[in-house]
């Protein structure tokens, strides 16, 4: 185990010994380098529970510490019960023997012991190509699914396509008008239609494929051409930003295996639903909902099912297929179905948990371009396309860009600054502080791979940016482990900033070659380097070897 580690199986065994067993021990490093290399607030959060003082709690925990010899040199309780740790100078150095040793599996945890997550995300309908603001949720999605890889979890990547509905039928209509302008024909896109570029162009493609319906005669046969070229389409658009999916379930699929009818039939025999005006309705108050909701519309509406209905349907087949750890990536608009999905699944009492499945909800980007909004996109018309995006600032910057701000905030995408090539870009940053480190090897005529830390005195590292940069280098793991259980990737942006920027300044403030320190200079620039590139991967960011 590593330092960080140790003192934590320490503390949650010695808060065992007082009476506090499974407790959630959080460890962080202080920014005043005079309140240790490691601190927590243990105490503070066991006092209430113990019914003691803060301080009283912390003077126990440590009493009752069973450390190894040789790890720490000093521990203090400061303020109001915060317990802070000094590490040995000998542990301090002691992680860059384990980062080369694990090399890329650096900053891996096993918290999730190989069980099943299911995580969903994109899942745009199939009426377009993909917009900035799919972009986002496609970054979040595919870097939450990383992060609970890199904690031990086997993750099942899914996109759900809306294949049914009347914003298909709408683009079938479209399309449809389209064929028939294209003969000559009169006709005219629907009120709701689409009508981008991209809506021509699959009406042109149809006619030369259907020689004995260039007029689109046969809508259920437009329908699925629209359908199929649109998903052929949006995967162009997934695979330019390296995003892929292990599972593409199709909602049409919920209705030809009777699985609607089947969640219905569930849903009545469970005694939560009833029927008022000719429709079917879910008691959802039963639950703490604001009002009951409607499952299937009446006859004179054309007993339709909801939205919702098929949703519940599609989250069982999850439940169903063994995924008993799902989480959903959405937009904000989608507030308002977290709580009616749950609640469905709850209703049919089949024992799945009342969090089931977990939403990370993200709002929308704002894409700017030499101070103006860029709204527009020439094949899709009315909006700006992530291709568009990637074409113009690369799949990197791109990728970096969506994830440095929490999800649920409004981004605004500055394309210049993408495109920069300076410090101020914080992508560029990253991968250049990278390339400098790979850039001492490149000097020195040496393979990175092939530094050992054996045999090497890392004592000599005694510069306040070295022992820094070490002990940023540590918190990896510890980073990556809490960036996954809280679904924030942008946590691992900002590490890579703060790594990036120690770095920096110790690259240029010191001399690597040709110095008494080399040995042990290259082992820290080779552990630096192993850490950003661990991090760029996990994003899904390359890691140059040259700017």
Known sequence: MTALETIRAALAQAASRLGASDVEVALERPRDPTHGDVATNLALTLAKKLGQKPRAVADKLIAGLELPAGLVRKIEVAGPGFINFFLADAQVVSALPAILSAGANYGKTDVGHGATFNVEFVSANPTGPLHVGH???????????????????????????????????????????????????????????????????????????????????????????????????????????????????????????????????????????????????????????????????????????????????????KWERGFHHALNVQGSDHHGTVARVRIGLQALEMGIPQGYPEYVLHQMVTVMRGGDEVKLSKRAGSYMTVRDLVEEVGRDAVRYFYLMRRGETHFVFDVDLAKSQTDENPVFYVQMAHARMVGIYRVAGRDPASVSAAGVDLSVLTQPEEADLIKELADFPAMVQGAAAAREPHRITGYLEGLARIAHAWYHKYRVLGEPEEAARLVLARAVQQVLANGLSLLGIRAPERM
Not at 178 to 186: D, E, F, K, S
Not at 257 to 267: A, I, N, P, Q, S
């Open 135 to 317: 972009g986002r949720q496609a970054a979040l999605g595919d870097a939450i699914a990383a992060l609970l890889e890199w904690t031990g979890w086997r993750v099942s990547r899914e996109f759900y396509y809306n294949d049914a509905g009347s914003q298909i039928m709408n683009l079938a209509r479209s399309v449809q008008a389209r064929i028939r302008q294209a003969r000559g024909l009169p006709a005219e896109i629907p009120e709701q239609g689409y009508q981008g570029d991209y809506i021509r162009e699959i009406a042109e493609r149809y006619i030369a494929e259907h020689p004995q319906d260039n007029e689109g005669a046969d809508l259920e046969a437009v329908r699925r051409y629209a359908v199929r070229e649109l998903r052929a389409e949006q995967d162009r658009d997934l695979q330019a930003f390296g995003v892929k999916f292990d599972v593409y379930f199709l909602e049409s699929s919920l209705y030809t295996t009777g699985k609607v009818e089947e969640t219905t039939r569930r849903l009545v025999a469970a005694g939560h639903t009833y029927e008022k005006d000719g429709a079917l309705w879910l008691r959802t108050t039963d639950f703490g909902d604001d009002k009951d909701r409607v499952m299937r519309k009446s006859a004179e509406k054309g007993s339709d099912y909801t939205y919702f209905l098929p949703d519940v349907a599609y989250h069982v087949t």
